[in-house]
């Protein structure tokens, strides 16, 4: 079966560091580029960073441009989120998710996690 879990989350304090994890299991992780959402409630949800199959692309939302990284190891099948400089904007459920097409961001995903929790308090 599909899975995509995720872990990492929690609280921190503004400023603070958190690392995300995902590992994958039961499809081809190699063929997908990997991407991390975030939904905070009562807003839409909407994608955080995205890598490529390699590795050697990376794609960032703006807002979080120089503060976080997204990675990947394909002899692992799992893809982190290296969240540094947390602020009370990156409070939301993050996701990982296969992304079947990209346009400049993932615009059609294959496979979802049930997410993962981030809490920055101030």
């Known amino acids: 079966q599909v899975q995509l879990v995720e872990s990492g989350g929690g609280s921190v304090q503004t400023g603070g560091s958190l690392r995300l994890s995902c590992a994958a299991s039961g499809f081809t992780y190699t063929n997908y580029y990997m991407t991390w959402f975030r939904q905070a409630p009562g807003k839409e949800r909407e994608d955080v960073a995205t890598v490529s199959t390699s590795g050697d692309y990376t794609y960032y939302r703006d807002s979080v441009k120089g503060r976080f990284s997204i990675s990947r190891d394909n002899t692992k099948n799992t893809v982190s989120l290296q969240m540094n400089s947390l602020k009370p904007e990156d409070t939301a459920i993050y996701y990982c998710?296969?992304?079947?097409?990209?346009?400049?961001?993932?615009?059609?995903?294959?496979?979802w996690g049930r997410g993962t929790q981030v809490t920055i308090s101030s």
């Open positions: 998710a296969a992304c079947k097409r990209f346009n400049g961001a993932c615009i059609e995903t294959a496979y």
